[in-house]
């Protein structure tokens, strides 16, 4: 049984920093493809980035590339997103999310393709 936990989430303002992680509980995490999604109040979940198993191959959402960026360490079995200029529609609840063991460099951007996911932590951001 694969566990993820998040941590990170909290209130700040908009234009500061915060950094999500994720700890997976797997034997090989490296073999692990993993995204982040986020859902705000009254929409539905979506993409927000992915980093392939060996951490080689990243993308992120338009809404958030070149300010969001997604990265493991696989020694630590965690997998991180860096956010940095947010803003008030960055307001949702991330997730992040696990496809069983995958030993290629694909990325995954849709739901359906991720098996494990975590409880999520929230992340607000005033203006």
């Known amino acids: 049984q694969v566990q993820l936990v998040e941590s990170g989430g909290g209130l700040v303002q908009a234009g500061d920093s915060l950094r999500l992680s994720c700890a997976a509980s797997v034997r090989t995490f490296s073999s692990y493809a993993m995204g982040w999604f986020r859902q705000a109040p009254g929409k539905e979940r979506e993409f927000v980035a992915a980093?392939?198993?060996?951490?080689?191959?990243?993308f992120a959402a338009d809404s958030v590339k070149g300010r969001f960026a997604c990265s493991r360490d696989n020694a630590k079995n965690t997998v991180y997103l860096q956010m940095d200029s947010l803003k008030p529609e960055d307001t949702a609840v991330y997730y992040c999310?696990?496809?069983?063991?995958?030993?290629?460099?694909?990325?995954?951007?849709?739901?359906?393709?991720?098996?494990?996911w975590g409880q999520g932590t929230p992340v607000t951001v005033s203006s």
């Open positions: 999310a696990a496809r069983i063991r995958d030993y290629s460099s694909t990325l995954y951007y849709t739901r359906s393709e991720y098996h494990y």
């Open positions: 980093i392939s198993g060996r951490g080689a191959r990243t």
